[in-house]
């Protein structure tokens, strides 16, 4: 990689992308109000209500449980709870979230939040909750190859992409935005998310062994 800044460093979120909140149906027959963590989900109130994307075929799934299992020590037991309460692994994630906006189940445990934000927008009777606990936010970087034979124009590409104009489109988009100056209106940002301490060296060492025991508890 070519070491690169283009001179916004104390303008720039350490973590920039979309982050893993719950989506849950306001329906009152369904789940009007969530206030809860991770590790109160499994219980009897929510059985049979739970779906959460498929982390082999979600890449923000997989990267949430990974940094969930760094944070507690790899403790299952909020899982395993849930996982006994019925939690099912509709899809990726757009069919894990259609799993809740067409009422066949209540909750979206880790859901991409960007994805909720265009159906709410949309009209879907949908809200997004952040535990307290906090999630995981994942990056999404910008790089130039050290071997790019057009350096300059990388450069000029990286430049565009931390702008104005550019930076406004991203946070448009219901995603969050790669500086700390430009703030969303359609979403919560960055500031107003609990986050989970990650380590992404350890998480991507054991993030596929992680999500194939998700997937296999849920069967």
């Known amino acids: 990689m070519k070491p ?79 996982a006994k309460e019925g939690m099912t692994v509709p899809g990726a994630n757009k069919a894990a979230l259609e799993a809740v906006t067409t009422g066949e189940k209540g909750i979206l445990v880790a859901g991409v939040d960007y994805n909720a934000y265009k159906n709410i927008d949309k009209g879907e009777p949908l809200k997004i909750y952040y535990p307290a606990s906090g999630t995981v936010i994942n990056p999404r970087p910008a790089m130039i190859l050290g071997s790019s034979k057009n350096l300059d124009n990388a450069k000029a590409f990286v430049n565009y992409l931390m702008s104005d104009e550019a930076q406004q489109m991203v946070a448009d988009a219901y995603l969050l935005p790669g500086r700390q100056d430009i703030k969303c209106d359609k979403r919560t940002n960055v500031s107003d998310i609990p986050t989970l301490d990650t380590d992404w060296d350890w998480m991507k060492e054991h993030a596929d062994d992680i999500a194939a025991h998700l997937n296999e508890i849920c069967k």
């Open 4 to 82: 690169y800044g283009d001179g916004r460093r104390n303008e720039k979120n350490r973590n920039v992308g979309n982050c893993d909140g719950m989506h849950f149906r306001s329906y009152t027959t369904i789940v009007p109000e969530l206030n809860a963590d991770w590790k109160d989900l499994g219980v009897d109130e929510y059985k049979d209500l739970l779906a959460i994307a498929d982390p082999q075929k979600s890449g923000s799934c997989k990267d949430f449980l990974a940094g969930y299992m760094y944070s507690t020590k790899e403790d299952w037991s909020a899982f395993d709870a849930m």
